[in-house]
C-alpha cells in the first residue's frame, strides 16, 4: 500500500537547522511531487513547498526562500526538507504529502513529524 | 501570498447540511478549477475530502460536495454525521505556480 513514513520528532535551539525526511513506498516515486505543509499547534495549514523527484527541481513559498532547502534520493525514494536558521515560530507539525503529476492536489500525506524550537 | 478567508467555525445538528466558503482572488480560486478540500481530524494528518472543485476521491462519502463560483468554493456536508466533526481546509494552485491554503473551518456537530 502506499504509505509516507516521516523522521521522528526533533527538538532544536534557536538558530539550528533541521532535516525531516519522508520515505514514499507502493508507488513509483518518480512519477508524483512531494509537498511539505507544516501546521504550528492550533494553527492551520501552511504550505512551504514542492519538489519533482525525477528532477529535484523546487518551488518554494516566498515566506520560506533562503531558508529552506528540498532534496531527495531516489535510491532510497527519500525525500527531505532543511530549514534553517530556526526560531520559536518554526515549532510546528512538518507533513509531507504527494501529488501525482498533472494533478494539483495531495492525495496521501504522511503522519507528520514535530520540531519543538526551544532554548 | 495569502491565506484564503474561510469561517472560522460552522455547526449543525445531525442530519442538517452545512457549507463553508472559501474566499480568494482571481489569481487562485477564481483563475483555475483546481481547488481541493481536506478534513483533519485532531492530531491526524489531513485527508483528501474534495479535488479540481467538486471531484470526490474513491472512498470519500458522495455526502461530501464542492463547487465554485467566482473567487468562492464552498464545501457543502449533507446528511451531518458526527464523524464529520473536524476541521476543514480548503487549498487553491495560485498563478505563482504554488500552492495556498485556507484559514480553516472547525465543524462542530451539535
Redesign the interface.
Known amino acids: 500500500q502506499v504509505q509516507l513514513v516521516q523522521s521522528g520528532a526533533e527538538v532544536k535551539k534557536p538558530g539550528a537547522s533541521v532535516k525531516v525526511s519522508c520515505k514514499a513506498s507502493g508507488y513509483t516515486f518518480t512519477t508524483y511531487y512531494m509537498?511539505w505543509?507544516r501546521q504550528a499547534p492550533g494553527q492551520?495549514?501552511?504550505?512551504m513547498g514542492?519538489i519533482n523527484p525525477s528532477d529535484s527541481s523546487t518551488?518554494y513559498?516566498?515566506k520560506f526562500q533562503g531558508r529552506v532547502t528540498m532534496t531527495r534520493d531516489t535510491s532510497t525514494s527519500t525525500v527531505y526538507m532543511e530549514l534553517s536558521s530556526l526560531r520559536s515560530e518554526d515549532t510546528a507539525v512538518y507533513?509531507c504529502?504527494r501529488e501525482e503529476f498533472s494533478?494539483?492536489?495531495?492525495?496521501v500525506?504522511?503522519?507528520?513529524t514535530t520540531v519543538t524550537v526551544s532554548s | 501570498q495569502s491565506a484564503l478567508t474561510q469561517p472560522a467555525s460552522v455547526s449543525g445538528s445531525p442530519g442538517q447540511s452545512i457549507t463553508i466558503s472559501c474566499t480568494g482572488t482571481s489569481s487562485d480560486v477564481g483563475g483555475y478549477k483546481f481547488v481541493s478540500w481536506y478534513q483533519q481530524h485532531p492530531g491526524k494528518a489531513p485527508k483528501l475530502m474534495i479535488y479540481d472543485v467538486s471531484d470526490r476521491p474513491s472512498g470519500v462519502s458522495n455526502r461530501f460536495s464542492g463547487s465554485k463560483s467566482g473567487n468562492t468554493a464552498s464545501l457543502t456536508i449533507s446528511g451531518l454525521q458526527a464523524e464529520d466533526e473536524a476541521d476543514y481546509y480548503c487549498s487553491s494552485y495560485t498563478s505563482s505556480s504554488t500552492y495556498v491554503f485556507g484559514t480553516g473551518t472547525k465543524v462542530t456537530v451539535l
Not at chain 1, 109 to 112: A, E, I, L, S
Open positions: 509537498h505543509v492551520g495549514l501552511e504550505w514542492i518551488r513559498a516566498q507533513y504529502a494533478n494539483t492536489y495531495m492525495d500525506w504522511g503522519k507528520g
